[in-house]
């Protein structure tokens, strides 16, 4: 079964560094999101991207926040400087639509970032 | 403002057993929920989703019932096994809206 994966599975940075997590959707979906969770917090939603753009984001993702689709199957979400209060787990989703019967969002496995 | 919240954080029940969870919203303008299953360290699992011009939804021993009168949503899941303990969340859409938003969990645990 097709699965949407992510690396890495643990990502530790010092504040004010860039980081980078990466993420495959599954392969045949074309709506991509970021979402995080801070531990034991709700999932929120960060941001959504379709054909190449961000079509939705949350308050949450400003100016120190972007993704990128950089190749057929990778989607990348790049936090410029990080803050301590970015320490969250970052999961990936992907749909294959985003309207009627194919809405359903896959998660990946995360990837744990923690800023020290 | 749109939120999804939980009736109760926590569930126990006894293998075999049904189970129910809870999930209350406040956005009427929401057309689409679905409940999510969480293991711990892992990413959130589609379980079932229902539309909101629908009542009832069955899959295999969940069923989702939705009541947008009082704004309620349920998860109930027949014969409880242990592999079902989990943190389980709702999640809504709002029509026109590409985003999730997730309620806050409901960890439940299966006793043998």
């Known amino acids: 079964e097709p699965e949407v994966t992510q690396t890495p599975s643990h990502q530790v940075t010092q504040m004010g560094q860039e980081v980078i997590l990466r993420c495959v959707p599954i392969?045949?979906?074309?709506?991509f999101y970021w979402y995080r969770q801070i531990l034991g917090q709700k999932v929120e939603f960060l941001v959504s991207f379709y054909n190449n753009e961000i079509s939705e984001k949350s308050e949450i993702f400003d100016d120190q926040f972007s993704v990128e689709r950089p190749d057929g199957s990778n989607f990348t979400l790049k936090i410029r400087s990080t803050k301590l209060e970015d320490s969250a787990m970052y999961f990936c989703a992907s749909s294959r639509d985003s309207t009627t019967s194919a809405y359903e969002q896959y998660f990946g496995p995360g990837t744990r970032l923690t800023v020290t | 403002g749109e939120s999804v919240g939980l009736h109760l954080p926590t569930l126990s029940v006894q293998e075999g057993d049904n189970s129910i969870i809870n999930c209350a919203y406040s956005?009427?303008?929401?057309?689409?929920f679905i409940w999510y299953k969480q293991e711990s360290g892992k990413g959130p699992q589609f379980i079932i989703d229902i539309r909101s011009n629908m009542d009832k939804r069955q899959g295999q021993r969940v069923t989702v019932l939705l009541n947008k009168t009082v704004k309620h949503l349920s998860l109930q899941i027949a014969a409880t096994q242990p592999g079902d303990s989990a943190v389980y969340f709702c999640a809504e859409r709002e029509g026109g809206s590409e985003k999730l938003v997730f309620g806050k969990g409901t960890k439940l645990t299966v006793n043998p």
């Open positions: 956005n009427s303008a929401s057309d689409y």
């Open positions: 392969s045949n979906h074309l709506y």
